[in-house]
């Protein structure tokens, strides 16, 4: 059985349901036991494949995802990754930070996925009250990021043209 690590996933499922990821990528920084990365999966739609960051180890639960061509796990970390030009000249519609848990941290993360979000994108943040997520916000609206809904452990963040 796949796991999370915190609440509200009831939200992750309802701002992924359906969404349509317009041939760009989805991601989750942070993966854990998996239970992000399998609701995104099998929740956006018209996403090239899903990538998963976690320099902890392979997620075993995601080998048929794997197989089937729609999961890519990055076993480093988000600076590692981040600085991988394997991964700089994508675009990414859908990203999840359940990373580290520090207002720097979430804010490096942000700001490089802002720099390569398509023209409909969600961020979705995961423990938003553990840093400044106002900040955050506020730095996004430079990308044209709004603050769509709020729940107890998770903040949508969308993108739109």
């Not at 990055?74 to 207002?103: E, Q």
């Not at 409909?120 to 603050?147: C, P, Q, S």
Request: contains cysteine.
């Amino acid at each position: 059985m796949i796991r999370g690590d915190s609440a509200d996933y009831d939200l992750l499922d309802k701002w992924s349901k359906n969404f349509d990821c317009q041939g760009h990528y989805s991601c989750e920084i942070g993966v854990r036991e998996g239970q992000g990365s399998l609701i995104i999966m099998d929740n956006v739609i018209n996403n090239y494949f899903h990538i998963g960051v976690d320099p902890y180890g392979d997620i075993k639960a995601f080998e048929d995802y794997t197989r089937r061509g729609k999961y890519h796990f990055v076993n480093k970390t988000d600076i590692d990754f981040m600085n991988d030009d394997n991964y700089k000249r994508m675009i990414f519609s859908f990203v999840f930070f359940d990373g580290p848990h520090t207002t720097k941290d979430v804010l490096r993360e942000a700001i490089w996925f802002a720099d390569r979000s398509g023209k409909h994108t969600r961020f979705v943040f995961d423990d938003h009250k553990y840093y400044e997520m106002d900040k955050i916000a506020h730095v996004l609206e430079n990308w044209g990021f709004k603050t769509i809904e709020v729940g107890d452990n998770k903040v949508l963040l969308e993108k739109n043209g």
